[in-house]
């Protein structure tokens, strides 16, 4: 995995884990949802510079190889 390759997959899984945070708590949202700008901001501009913006099934290989328990399958 290339360097920008494996920023874009951690931005990304920065990203899951605040908005899981942010949402963790429904009735507290709303507050926090302004929070994931930032997040997402980094997640887009690692997805860019990576090459991998249209390549999402690169993409979410890489994620699965970095943190396994994101790729669906349980494990």
Do not use: K
């Not at 963790?24 to 949202?29: K, L, R, S, V």
């Not at 994931?36 to 993409?59: M, Q, T, V, Y």
Request: net charge negative; charged share 20%.
């Amino acid at each position: 995995m290339r360097n920008d390759e494996l920023a874009a997959a951690q931005a990304y899984v920065r990203l899951l884990e605040a908005t899981r945070a942010a949402l963790a708590e429904p009735d507290d949202g709303p507050l926090y949802v302004p929070l994931l700008a930032s997040p997402i901001a980094e997640a887009d501009g690692a997805l860019r510079r990576a090459g991998l913006c249209g390549n999402e099934s690169r993409f979410f290989d890489l994620v699965s190889s970095l943190h396994p328990s994101m790729s669906g399958t349980g494990h």
